[in-house]
């Protein structure tokens, strides 16, 4: 199941764990990244906060948690390599995995079809 946010993370929900990062679009707008910084493995977010930082060429951004949970993977990769983002962001470009605390929290999240209206 995929979900979005209108900060333009996606999430891919596989149980209680979902795989969280930012969306094509969000790529494109803003750039050829050059900077990722992840969360740690085993940090509390609540939906909202500030869970990882992206700098491009053009404009640097913050990543929010999409939802609550506890984050129990990172992609090391994207940190090493962060031109992933931009040629995969939707699959091996993903940054990090977290545990949700509440399933029922994702219910606000858009599926693709509203998320493709609204970036039109």
């Known amino acids: 199941m995929l ?6 993370e996606w999430l891919k929900i596989d149980g ?4 969280v990062g930012i969306t094509a679009y969000a790529a494109e707008q803003l750039g050829d990244l050059v900077f990722v910084q992840l969360p740690e493995i085993g940090t509390t977010l609540d939906k909202g906060d500030e869970a990882a930082v992206v700098e491009s060429v053009k404009a640097a951004s913050d990543v929010y948690a999409p939802a609550a949970g506890e984050v129990v993977g990172i992609n090391e990769e994207i940190v090493n390599d962060p031109s992933i983002v931009n040629a995969n962001p939707e699959s091996s470009g993903w940054f990090y995995k977290l545990k949700l605390t509440d399933v029922k ?4 999240l858009m599926d693709e079809a509203a998320y493709k ?3 039109g």
């Open 105 to 108: 929290s994702l219910g606000g």
């Open 16 to 19: 209680d764990v979902a795989t």
């Open 117 to 119: 209206e609204l970036i």
């Open 3 to 8: 979900r979005f946010t209108e900060d333009h």
